[in-house]
Nanobody
Framework: QVQLVESGGGLVQPGGSLRLSCAAS????????MGWYRQAPGKQRELVAT???????NYADSVDGRFTISRDNAKNTVHLRMNSLKPEDTADYYC??????????WGQGTQVTVSS
C-alpha cells in the first residue's frame, strides 16, 4: 500500500499563490507517477497535473502556465505551485499516485479557496 498526505491548502485572494505538498510513504516502488486532481462542488474530479517517475509532465489546459508541478524523489514528495489563482480554481485538491498494477492511491484532500 501507498499512503499520501497532503498539506498547504487554504484561503487566498484572486491573483495570489499557494503551494501544495504531498508526501508518499509505504510501498513507493508500486507507483509510476504522482500528481494532483481537484474537485469543485457539483463537478467531477479532474486532472490538474501529473509527473511521472521519469520526469514527464502533463498539465490541464486550464492551469498550464500558472501551475508548476515538481517532485523530490529523495523525499517521496510532490509539490504543486499555484500562481495567478482564480476563483474557478476553488476546489478540493487530491494527491494521486497511479500504481504499476493499476491501483490508484489517493490522499485525503486539501481545500483551496480563492476568494476576495
Amino acid at each position: 500500500q501507498v499512503q499520501l498526505v497532503e498539506s498547504g491548502g487554504g484561503l487566498v485572494q484572486p491573483g495570489g499563490s499557494l503551494r501544495l505538498s504531498c508526501a508518499a510513504s509505504g510501498s513507493i516502488f508500486r507507483i509510476y507517477a504522482m500528481g494532483w486532481y481537484r474537485q469543485a462542488p457539483g463537478k467531477q474530479r479532474e486532472l490538474v497535473a501529473t509527473m511521472s517517475n521519469y520526469g514527464s509532465i502533463n498539465y490541464a489546459d486550464s492551469v498550464d502556465g500558472r501551475f508548476t508541478i515538481s517532485r523530490d524523489n529523495a523525499k517521496n514528495t510532490v509539490h504543486l505551485r499555484m500562481n495567478s489563482l482564480k476563483p474557478e480554481d476553488t476546489a478540493d485538491y487530491y494527491c494521486h499516485a497511479p500504481g504499476w498494477n493499476k491501483d490508484n492511491y489517493w490522499g485525503q484532500g486539501t481545500q483551496v479557496t480563492v476568494s476576495s
